[in-house]
């Protein structure tokens, strides 16, 4: 249940650190990325048709952000061994994290109350956070629409 004493981070806040294990195995700490810009983007669950389109999109402008001098780190709730399912099977070039316990997800304000088919439930609110190089949040897009989507954080991130 998201927690209402900490505010969600937002543009001019330093972006919340953390330490979570990635597809392959590794474990990934944001701080490691620190001189560069990193593209956070969280997504509800691997292989549905919007979180897809997402992640390929966002695999084929890897080499762009990278040119920009940009990560790209997608994270949901998902388990290593499903993101190691989505990125073979999808082709994915970019790192998937796994937030299993959604420790991050909270911290960074994503965890909100949804509505599908007049239910109500709690997940990942598709969310991206673009942190530039000294560590603070640069741009938020809040409840992203994938069409057109990664088009709109490159164009922030060569702009960083």
Known sequence: MP???SPHPSQGDTAPDFTLP???GAQVNL???AGRSVVL???PRDD???CTTEALDFTAAAGDFAAAG???LGVSKDPVAKHDKF???RELGIALLSDEHGDVCERYGVWAEKQMYGKTYFGIQRTTFLIGPGGKIAQVWHKVKV???VDAVLAAAVAL
């Open 3 to 5: 927690s209402e004493s």
């Open 70 to 72: 940009a990560v790209v």
């Open 147 to 149: 069409p057109g989507h």
């Open 48 to 50: 549905t048709p919007g």
């Open 22 to 24: 990635r597809d392959g």
């Open 41 to 43: 983007y969280f997504y």
């Open 87 to 89: 990125v073979a099977k």
């Open 31 to 33: 701080s490691d990325y």
